[in-house]
């Protein structure tokens, strides 16, 4: 998976246009203004996944992606245990930092991940000028390279990397790091880049 600094920066605002979704959206949830940093586009082997989103126990919400995109692979909101139980204490209306996620925390961060990819899917693709979906939610709670292996190994294809869109969302009363991911099978990003490329083009 091999991007030119063009189809980089490409990507980049991509991500950037979904990433705004997504946090508008988070902040419409937290009722609380939610900045967001420029996000970052890596193409990340799948064996250093864990050097880009740590060792810690997290909570990582998947989504298939569907639409035009057949079997196009997934798309992985990742949050960390404290990052998790900030959003769902703000949403719930608790202040317990020192607790177990419960069935509570996990409805509500299925919300979360469910609302923010969607915000982010319909951003892309109303770019792009195609139909993408995501999947029934499902969470997994583990730490992250486990958790990224048991879904690798799911893939009907053999994924050697990631695509890893990295955005920090911030506000006033709470920092939430989150992380969108993405990992796609190969056709899906040679269309993705395609469609890019197509609206980059200049025009007669």
């Known amino acids: 998976m091999k991007l030119t600094p063009i189809q980089k920066d ?5 991500a950037n246009i979904g990433a705004a979704h997504a946090a508008t959206t988070l902040s419409q949830m937290l ?7 420029v ?19 997290a909570a990582m ?11 196009g692979g997934y798309v992985v909101f990742h949050v960390s245990k ?3 139980l900030r959003m769902t204490n703000t949403m719930l209306g608790m202040t ?23 915000a982010f899917l319909d951003a892309t693709a109303e770019l792009l000028g195609i139909v993408m979906l995501p999947s029934p939610p499902a969470l997994s709670m583990d730490m992250a390279h486990a958790a990224f292996e048991s879904l690798i190994a799911q893939l009907t294809i053999e994924v050697n990397e ?20 993405m990992l796609p099978e190969a056709e899906t990003l040679e269309k993705i880049i395609a469609l890019l490329e197509g609206l980059m083009a200049p025009t007669s």
């Open 96 to 118: 317990d930092m020192d607790r177990p996620l419960n069935e509570m925390d996990q409805s509500a961060l299925l919300e979360v991940g469910n609302i923010m990819v969607s």
């Open 10 to 14: 490409a990507m980049q605002e991509l």
């Open 162 to 181: 990631v695509l890893l869109f990295k955005t920090e969302l911030t506000c006033e009363e709470h920092k939430v790091a989150g992380n969108l991911i």
């Open 82 to 84: 404290e990052s998790a």
């Open 31 to 37: 009722n609380s203004q939610v900045d967001m940093s």
């Open 61 to 71: 919400v998947v989504f298939e992606l569907q639409g035009e995109i057949s079997h």
């Open 39 to 57: 996000p970052v586009v890596n193409v990340v082997d799948i064996s250093r996944v864990s050097d880009c989103l740590g060792e810690e126990f």
